[in-house]
């Protein structure tokens, strides 16, 4: 998926699940199954840092688990940005799926207290959540 910036403009960075699946947490495998997911950011700028939502979702494509995972917190070797997290959801059975959402989510600009003019100008749009339809 290409990321895309405030303006929906791609930024030259392709972010995706490589793969998931249902497991317990080593750190705490007594709470049951969790989705354990590997992604990987694609950039042809070194050093520019993206951030997106990503969710588990049911059938209907309903986030039943979200959170941002960012470029920041992937590596690897020949500049290709990998990395793993785990999302915790209410019922694992009804995961289908985890998808990246291609809004980034790195904004690093004013907020509306710093620049109460515009606001700061520009923002992504507010992360997705549980129950939002993707």
């Not at 403009?9 to 972010?15: L, M």
């Not at 960012?70 to 985890?98: H, K, M, N, R, Y």
């Amino acid at each position: 998926m290409q990321v895309v910036n405030v303006y929906g403009q791609k930024v030259g960075v392709v972010a995706k699940v490589v793969d998931w699946r249902l497991q317990p947490h080593p750190q705490s495998p007594d709470e049951g199954d969790r989705v354990h997911f590997h992604y990987r950011f694609d950039d042809d700028a070194f050093g520019s840092e993206h951030a997106v939502d990503v969710c588990a979702v049911d059938n209907e494509r309903v986030a039943l688990g979200c959170q941002i995972v960012s470029s920041a917190g992937a590596f690897g070797p020949g500049g290709i940005d990998t990395g793993d997290e785990w999302l915790s959801v209410e019922d694992p059975s009804q995961v289908a799926a985890v998808l990246m959402i291609p809004n980034d989510q790195s904004y690093l600009g004013r907020s509306c207290a710093q620049d109460a003019k515009d606001g700061g100008g520009p923002h992504p749009p507010a992360p997705a959540g549980v129950g939002d339809q993707l």
